[in-house]
C-alpha cells in the first residue's frame, strides 16, 4: 500500500530565500511521484512529476523535486520564493491497485511568503 | 484544449436532500477521479472511472455514488446529505497512464 507523509502543516520563508518542503512516501513497488500546487478557491496543479526517468526533475515556475529512493523522499525546493509561491502544496504517490491506478495525497504544506 | 470543467462552483443544501455533481474531462481523456476536500481530512479519494465503468473506490458510504457517460463525463451524487459532507469536491482526468492529473476547480458544497 502507498502513503504519503508531508513534513510540516505550514512553512513560512522570506522572499528570495530557498524553498524547501518535505515529502516521504511509502511504496512497495516503485512508484510514481507528483507535487501540485492548489491555490486559493482553485483545484489542484499538476507542478511536476517523477516516473522514474531521471531522479531530479524540473518542473513549472522554477520548482524541482529530487527522488532519494534510500531515504523515500521526494522534496520540494525552489532556490527563490515569490510571493506569488504562496499556496498549498501536495505530494502524491501513485501506484498499481485492483484494477488500476490509486493516487494518495499527503496532507499538504502551506507555504507562506513574508514580504 | 478546453480544462476539466465541473459545475455547479457552488451548491447550498439542506440535510437529507440529495446533489448531484458534474464533471467534463479533457477531451480524450477517459479515467475521472472524484475527490473530496475537507480541512480536517485533506484529500480523500472518493472513485475513479475509466470507460463508464467503476474501477477504483474509496473508504465512503454507499451513499455517495457517481457514474461515467459514454462521452466521459461523469457525475457523482449524494443522497441523503449530512453536515460532515459539506466540502469541496474536486473532480480529475487523466489519459489513463501515469501522466498526473488535471483538476477542475471543484464543486463547493454547503450542507445546512
Known amino acids: 500500500a502507498q502513503s504519503v507523509t508531508q513534513l510540516g502543516s505550514h512553512v513560512s520563508v522570506s522572499e528570495g530565500a530557498l524553498v524547501l518542503l518535505r515529502c516521504n512516501y511509502s511504496?512497495?513497488?516503485?512508484?510514481?511521484l507528483f507535487w501540485y500546487v492548489q491555490y486559493p478557491n482553485q483545484g489542484l496543479q499538476l507542478l511536476l512529476k517523477y516516473t522514474s526517468a531521471a531522479t531530479l526533475v524540473k518542473g513549472i515556475n522554477g520548482f524541482e523535486a529530487e527522488f532519494k529512493k534510500s531515504e523515500t523522499s521526494f522534496h520540494l525546493t525552489k532556490p527563490s520564493a515569490h510571493m506569488s509561491d504562496a499556496a498549498e502544496y501536495f505530494c502524491a504517490v501513485s501506484g498499481p491497485y485492483t484494477g488500476g491506478f490509486k493516487t494518495i495525497f499527503g496532507a499538504g504544506t502551506r507555504l507562506f511568503v513574508k514580504a | 484544449k478546453a480544462g476539466v470543467t465541473q459545475t455547479p462552483r457552488y451548491l447550498i443544501k439542506t440535510r437529507g436532500q440529495q446533489v448531484t455533481l458534474s464533471c467534463s474531462p479533457i477531451s480524450g481523456h477517459r479515467s475521472v477521479s472524484w475527490y473530496q476536500q475537507t480541512p480536517g481530512q485533506g484529500l480523500q479519494f472518493l472513485f475513479e472511472?475509466?470507460?463508464?465503468?467503476?474501477?477504483n473506490k474509496g473508504n465512503f458510504p454507499g451513499r455517495f455514488s457517481g457514474r461515467q457517460f459514454s462521452n466521459s463525463r461523469s457525475e457523482m451524487n449524494v443522497s441523503t446529505l449530512e453536515l460532515g459532507d459539506s466540502a469541496l469536491y474536486l473532480c480529475?482526468?487523466?489519459?489513463?497512464?501515469?501522466?498526473?492529473?488535471?483538476f477542475g476547480s471543484g464543486t463547493r458544497l454547503t450542507v445546512v
Open positions: 480529475a482526468s487523466s489519459g489513463g497512464g501515469q501522466g498526473g492529473y488535471t
Open positions: 511504496s512497495s513497488v516503485p512508484p510514481y
Open positions: 472511472y475509466f470507460s463508464e465503468t467503476q474501477r
